[in-house]
């Protein structure tokens, strides 16, 4: 898991670059005229059309044959906007038991479970805006599963083959409903500003579940660590949760699926949040008022 794939302006063109853990980078535009053929300028689509794969095999070729790494200086990723669309955002609910115990809910056994909207979906750095009709909103980091191929049926041990790659979120979310009654989650989560994932997407070489065992994910606020533990600390592990959501339903390529949160901070206008997740990324916001 070590090349990251992120939009950023290359020789004042919008590009997408891909980048080695040693700083190595390469273009997708460049990587277009090795391959001698014409590729989208966008993350979501290259996923859509299946081309990622091809994508890194030429990145490699081209650092195995010597070619110099772009010059992009320095990297920012606020206001970068990963995805230009996701086909579906489902997220694990009650993942992790300390979690489930800032609710006062028993963790089921089965994943507890939502569908959002992509009009939630904000650039790294934008925003997040605290609706009149929420007085407790809480913001949480998780680790976030990009599938790279329609998955149906999956099963666990074969889960893997689809997923891409892995993202960070944080999940927002309108708490006093969710607390009157849990059949409110699609509600106190469909509001405007109420997920931001990115702002890079870290692609798989081989890892499975155990691979991502030491991962952290760590929701901060304000400077300070609210919550933090590792992904082997999840019930349900990522082929887990790939098996039962693919489960007589399709998931299309750049399906986005949110793991589950270490636990989350209640968030108010002034605020800064923050999620880390080890390894794959960084995401930062204000919150104001709607």
Same mark, same amino acid.
């Given at each position: 898991m070590?090349?990251?794939? *992120?939009?950023h302006v290359v020789g004042q063109q919008q590009d997408i670059v891909l980048e080695d853990h040693d700083g190595y980078r390469a273009s997708v535009r460049q990587l277009s005229d090795v391959l001698n053929?014409?590729? /989208? @300028? $966008?993350?979501?689509q290259l996923i859509s059309a299946q081309k990622m794969q091809r994508l890194s095999e030429a990145f490699r070729e081209q650092r195995a044959a010597g070619r110099e790494s772009i010059d992009i200086g320095t990297v920012s990723l606020r206001d970068s906007l990963l995805l230009s669309s996701i086909p579906q955002i489902w997220g694990v609910g009650l993942n992790f038991v300390a979690h489930a115990q800032d609710l006062e809910a028993t963790q089921p056994a089965f994943p507890g479970s939502y569908l959002r909207p992509y009009s939630c979906v904000i650039a790294n750095g934008d925003a997040i805006k605290i609706p009149a009709q929420s007085q407790r909103v809480t913001a949480e980091a998780e680790l976030?599963? #990009?599938? +790279?191929? $329609?998955?149906?049926? #999956? &099963?666990?041990? *074969?889960a893997f083959d689809y997923i891409l790659g892995f993202t960070t979120v944080i999940d927002m979310t309108a708490e006093d409903a969710i607390r009157e009654? =849990?059949? *409110? @989650?699609p509600w106190s989560k469909g509001f405007d500003t109420f997920a931001s994932i990115g702002p890079s997407l870290v692609l798989r070489e081989g890892e499975q579940s155990k691979d991502l065992a030491d991962i952290r994910i760590t929701t901060y606020l304000n $400077?300070?660590? #609210?919550?933090?533990?590792?992904?082997?600390?999840?019930?349900?592990?990522p082929a887990k949760i790939v098996e039962y959501f693919s489960a007589g339903?399709? =998931? &299309?390529? +750049?399906?986005?699926?949110?793991?589950?949160? /270490? +636990?989350?901070?209640v968030i108010k206008p002034g605020d800064t949040v923050r999620a880390e997740v080890a390894g794959v990324g960084v995401l930062e916001h204000p919150v104001e008022a709607a």
């Open positions: 070590n090349i990251k794939v *992120y939009p053929e014409t590729l /989208p @300028i $966008d993350v979501a976030g599963i #990009v599938l +790279g191929k $329609d998955a149906k049926n #999956v &099963p666990a041990e *074969y009654n =849990l059949r *409110y @989650i $400077d300070e660590v #609210v919550a933090r533990n590792t992904a082997s600390n999840m019930k349900h592990d339903r399709t =998931l &299309p390529a +750049g399906t986005v699926i949110a793991t589950g949160t /270490p +636990g989350a901070a």
